[in-house]
């Protein structure tokens, strides 16, 4: 919305900075980080008032985690409003990538709400039915994937590009859009798994946020492309703001967050982050580079993947328990050496996606 105040700028005034990303970006993160700060607790307050014993702690879960009983969820409401007002603002309204990213993210918001209200309102850790969500999410990605793939330039338009091999792409034709269905729907249940200890979903989160936003300027500028020989893709470099409100609005939630927990994330936030993640991979043709820089949530949604299909053949488990980090807490380490930890792995890896950019 301020990008037009450069209508008023007459190229060496003030109006003139809203041309830039960059500073557009900064305003997002800085916005979406006073939105934290300002309605954190109020709405702690209000979702502890209407929620009374807070989120079910599910009964064949670790056992340090009944001391959190009480906590209050659905604090996912707190970034998706952060970033949805930063974005709103400060972004180029007039470009396709940000309505998709946006579509994405409130449509799993959405999903992850139903949940949530499903869970506190019944008091169980059931939920709305796992099909259902998962039909949800198929249609959400199947139109983001549809609608991404008509801003696409001619020779990317239905092909994955891979890293480090610069000159090859894989022409999936009419299995794009299952692929990418696959990317979001996937990335928006893995960052699900993960969050499932105080602090662990958000930072992985931002980390990866930050770097695909860093990949999304780099795609969508012509000079940054030519020199670092990736492809071209004309206004994703807009999504830099979108992600610069998920660092800020994750900051301030992680305020709160922070253990012990004032609040949980809940399924309002982990599914519409981990939507938002892999819609922005799609709309940048990096979806491989999300799989590297996202490691972690792959580990953590395989480890589920794993225990399940291996119980079910064997009758026995290959871990303590599942997602892999309640393997640890089994194990006996700390609550915040297992975060810590977790942190300092998505660090690394989001390096590793980095380097994806120079290394053809």
């Keep these: 919305m301020l990008y037009w105040l450069t209508l008023l700028s007459d190229g060496g005034d003030f109006f003139n900075l809203f041309r830039y990303i960059t500073f557009r970006a900064g305003g997002a993160f800085l916005t979406a980080l006073v939105f934290g700060f300002l309605f954190g607790r109020p709405l702690i307050a209000v979702l502890r008032k209407r ?30 409003g952060a970033l949805l007002t930063s974005t709103l603002l400060w972004a180029r309204l007039d470009n396709p990538f940000i309505w998709i990213v946006l579509f994405v993210t409130m449509s799993f918001a959405a999903i992850g709400f139903m949940d949530d209200y499903a869970k506190v309102s019944k008091q169980s850790s059931a939920g709305v039915p796992g099909r259902v969500r998962l039909l949800l999410g198929f249609a959400i990605a ?10 696409h330039p001619d020779p990317l338009q239905n092909r994955l590009a891979l890293p480090v091999f610069k000159d090859t792409l894989l022409n999936l034709g009419y299995f794009f859009v299952p692929f990418s269905i696959i990317v979001i729907v996937g990335a928006a249940n893995a960052v699900n798994l993960t969050d499932g200890l105080d602090g662990l979903a958000i930072m992985p989160v931002m980390i990866a946020a930050g770097t695909l936003g860093v990949i999304s ?16 893709v004309a206004g994703t470099g807009e999504i830099l703001i979108f992600t610069a409100g998920i660092f800020g609005g994750g900051l301030g939630f992680l305020w709160y967050n922070a253990p012990p927990a004032a609040v949980f994330m809940g399924d309002t936030g982990s599914l519409a982050l981990g939507g938002a993640l892999g819609a922005i991979a799609v709309s940048t043709k990096h979806e491989i580079v999300l799989a590297i820089v996202g490691g972690l949530f792959v580990v953590e949604a395989m480890s589920v993947i794993i225990q399940v299909l291996y119980f079910k053949r064997t009758g026995k488990r290959v871990f303590l328990m599942a997602p892999i980090h309640h393997h640890y807490e089994k194990k006996g380490w700390a609550e915040s050496t297992i975060v810590i930890r977790f942190w300092i792995i998505s660090l690394i890896l989001a390096m590793i996606g980095l380097a994806t950019l120079k290394v053809r």
């Design 217 to 232: 300027y780099a795609v969508g500028r012509v000079d940054f492309t030519e020199y670092l020989d990736v492809h071209y």
């Design 51 to 80: 929620q009374g014993k807070g989120q079910p702690i599910r009964d064949d879960g670790p056992e340090g985690h009944f001391v959190k009983a009480g906590t209050p969820t659905m604090g996912g409401l707190l970034i998706v």
């Design 142 to 151: 199947a139109v983001a994937a549809y609608w991404a793939a008509q801003y």
